[in-house]
């Protein structure tokens, strides 16, 4: 059922473009992770909100979510162009040109001579999406280092520098950086942000990665306790979000306290204290307070504040955006007061609040999910299995290389455009159910839902359709 000669034939015949198309792939998908920078990113998928272009770069501020774009446009498009042509090449070209006649010319039946050059075809898509996977996951890593652990951001990598620290080992105990005043300099810097800001951003990163680790133990040790039970993996896990809400859940979990301090570099005593004073929530109510008391919405008092206090200082707008503790210079501060009617400290306790949101939203787009990645690149390797299926079988039906080339090629490229016109158009969404990409559901696999049975049913359209093009090609009269 399987020959090398054919097997290696096909290599030769079809390696190059393999080669190309994959080589080509991950050099975009390469540059996709190393040019992700979350600042720039989001405000491009801010800007795009209401245009036609909305749907397609609504994911850009994450790097999953820009991955996403690359998968669904980039990755789809240059699979296409390697089917239709590796699957021309493999049957009807030869049937086409003569070759076939002379390859079942010698003791080779011909379901051994289809079934190796469709193990060729799956086997070729299969690596190529396989590579692509391993290059997204090793660029990220040395990019953003957060695949095998958090993500590495610029101010950690300046305070281990001047703390002559590794920043793996910075970025794991963060509290040694508010320890250390030419480390809280050199990081706030790098973040663009004052010592004031920053030293809160700290705060908050140091309880969030603490809550990380707990929810992690907490999970553990309810996934031994409920072992023999009923429960699913969702009731089972606590997450760090869900821990955050409730802090109390892991006041009763040695291990899970043990843990949430050894990230905080507290005693498990000081950092159970810390948690009561966090269920108390005192703090945050003090800051809601303050915040309710604004004249108006703090998105357009900071609009109006950077307008004013821009002129103030004789600079940009974009560069008080880019860096808004310039806000707090005296003059600044003292015309953008004017310009809002806030007091210069409600004010400059807004700015700090603005300038720690975008911190802890900037570290959040660079988290990276492996299964995710993982299921992205299954879902485009199965989808891509699927419409070369189609060019298969026309290959295989078709005794003409324009013939098959109409119904191999057309049929896959409309529906790959069809998905491109639906993002364009929401009045356009009912063509979503002609076209194959539809079951590549993208959305659904970056927010964990159901995504597992439209890929079934890729999976089964290509196992029809390739077997069915064996049947065709054993039983069909050849012009030999």
């Not at 950092?271 to 703090?298: C, F, G, H, M, T």
């Not at 807004?350 to 802890?360: F, G, P, Q, R, T």
């Not at 049929?411 to 998905?419: G, H, N, Q, T, V």
């Amino acid at each position: 059922m399987f020959s090398k000669p054919i097997f290696k034939q096909s290599v030769r015949s079809n390696g190059a473009l393999w080669l190309v198309i994959t080589l080509v792939a991950s050099a975009l998908l390469s540059n996709f992770i190393i040019r992700f920078d979350p600042a720039d990113f989001g405000a491009l998928s801010s800007a795009a909100e209401g245009t036609a272009f909305g749907s397609v770069l609504s994911g850009f501020g994450t790097i999953l979510g820009t991955l996403e774009t690359f998968y669904k446009m980039i990755a789809i498009m240059l699979g296409l162009v390697y089917i239709i042509f590796s699957a021309n090449n493999l049957v009807v070209n030869e049937v086409d040109s003569g070759s076939m006649a002379y390859t079942l010319s010698t003791p080779i039946r011909r379901s051994t001579v289809i079934f190796t050059k469709m193990a060729y075809m799956i086997g070729s898509i299969v690596l190529m999406f396989g590579i692509l996977t391993g290059v997204g996951l090793g660029v990220s890593e040395l990019a953003h280092h957060n695949v095998s652990g958090s993500p590495m951001t610029e101010d950690v990598e300046a305070a281990a520098d001047a703390m002559d620290r590794k920043p793996s080992y910075v970025r794991k105990h963060l509290y040694m950086i508010k320890d250390d005043k030419y480390a809280m300099q050199a990081g706030a810097e790098a973040r663009k942000m004052d010592k004031t800001a920053y030293g809160e951003y700290l705060d908050q990163a140091i309880l969030r990665d603490s809550y990380k680790a707990a929810a992690a133990k907490l999970t553990d040790n309810r996934q031994d306790k409920y072992s023999d039970s009923d429960k699913d993996k969702d009731e089972i896990e606590i997450t760090e979000q869900e821990l955050a809400k409730k802090p109390q859940l892991m006041m009763k979990d040695n291990d899970a306290l043990e843990a949430g301090a050894k990230v905080t570099g507290q005693s498990v005593n000081s950092y159970r204290n810390s948690v009561n004073d966090q269920i108390k929530n005192s703090k945050n109510n003090q800051q809601k307070e303050a915040l309710s008391k604004l004249p108006a919405d703090p998105t357009v008092i900071l609009s109006t504040a950077t307008t004013a206090g821009a002129k103030a200082i004789h600079t940009s707008e974009s560069n008080i955006k880019d860096n808004m503790s310039l806000l707090k210079d005296d003059k600044a501060i003292k015309a953008a007061s004017k310009a809002t009617k806030v007091p210069e400290g409600q004010l400059k306790a807004l700015i700090d609040s603005s300038e720690v949101n975008a911190a802890m939203k900037s570290d959040k787009s660079l988290e990276f999910d492996i299964s995710t990645f993982v299921w992205l690149n299954v879902g485009a390797c199965l989808l891509i299995l699927g419409m070369g299926s189609i060019s298969f079988f026309a290959s295989t039906l078709f005794n003409r290389s324009n013939q098959a080339m109409v119904l191999g090629a057309g049929l896959p490229f409309a529906f790959f455009l069809i998905s491109m016109v639906i993002q364009q158009s929401d009045s356009l969404e009912n063509l979503k159910y002609f076209s194959l990409t539809t079951l590549y559901k993208t959305d659904e696999i970056l927010s964990n839902g159901d995504f597992g049975i439209p890929l079934l049913i890729l999976g089964g359209i290509a196992a029809v359709l390739y077997g069915t093009s064996a049947v065709i090609f054993c039983k069909k009269d050849l012009p030999l």
